[in-house]
């Protein structure tokens, strides 16, 4: 009896979420979710759906837009296609690019980039920039070159050290070693984090300057050790790789 009772239970939930589905204009894929995968896809359900509408809390809407991505990870690509074929305004574009490069389609990312450069924002920073990163992701070091001296020679204003740290790596797979240094040494100290200076003590191992590159590795992890716990969680990647490099 109380297995019946259950399962007349279950069918209940499981008709109202699917009518709720219906009737606010939900994705369909829930309806799917909800029948096949009783129990895991209510919860989704719910917290995607339902709980953001009642909660409309910072935390709720992160949880509805982790959902959603798993259950329809094309969403938010469709979303931007949709913007750039209506508007075509420059932020619609560069949201596609973002969305194209978030799926390592570097290709469609440089494309939706290249196609906003032109009229008045032929050298919009924005869009130069994360040109240049796709280029960079492709691995097409020479054409991101191309785009970030471009960047700074039409935006003198223009200042980025998320810019200036993807120059040094440009030049440095481009093999420009004096020029990669020189661009390290410029940006290592005013970079928010430890990245910067990790790959310049690198450069510097790598040249030859074993001595030089140990002192900054040394530098770095002394100073993170007086930082707050929160700026060493952030930056355990760079802090663990200095480590090996001095171990």
Request: hydrophobic share 45%.
């Amino acid at each position: 009896m109380p297995i019946v009772a259950a399962s007349i239970l279950s069918l209940i939930i499981q008709g109202c979420l699917i009518v709720h589905v219906v009737k606010t204009g939900r994705n369909s894929l829930w309806i799917w979710a909800i029948a096949l995968i009783p129990g895991a896809g209510w919860v989704a359900y719910v917290v995607a759906e339902i709980l953001p509408d009642l909660v409309a809390g910072r935390g709720a809407k992160r949880a509805k837009a982790g959902v959603q991505r798993m259950f329809d990870p094309n969403r938010d690509l469709r979303r931007a296609s949709a913007e750039v074929q209506i508007s075509g305004n420059l932020d619609a574009r560069r949201r596609l690019a973002e969305e194209y490069f978030e799926r390592d389609q570097f290709d469609l990312s440089i494309d939706a980039y290249a196609s906003g450069l032109k009229g008045i924002f032929e050298h919009d920073p924005t869009l130069l920039l994360g040109l240049a990163h796709a280029q960079f992701a492709k691995q097409d070091f020479a054409a991101a070159r191309i785009s970030l001296e471009r960047l700074q020679l039409h935006n003198t204003d223009f200042k980025s050290t998320d810019e200036s740290l993807l120059y040094a790596r440009t030049l440095e797979q481009l093999e420009a070693l004096d020029e990669a240094q020189h661009a390290y040494a410029s940006i290592a100290p005013s970079f928010p984090g430890t990245e910067a200076k990790f790959r310049y003590a690198l450069l510097l191992k790598r040249r030859g300057k074993v001595d030089q590159a140990h002192q900054i590795f040394t530098d770095l992890l002394e100073s993170a050790a007086l930082a707050p716990a929160h700026f060493r969680k952030a930056q355990a990647h760079w802090l663990d790789c200095a480590r090996k490099e001095l171990a």
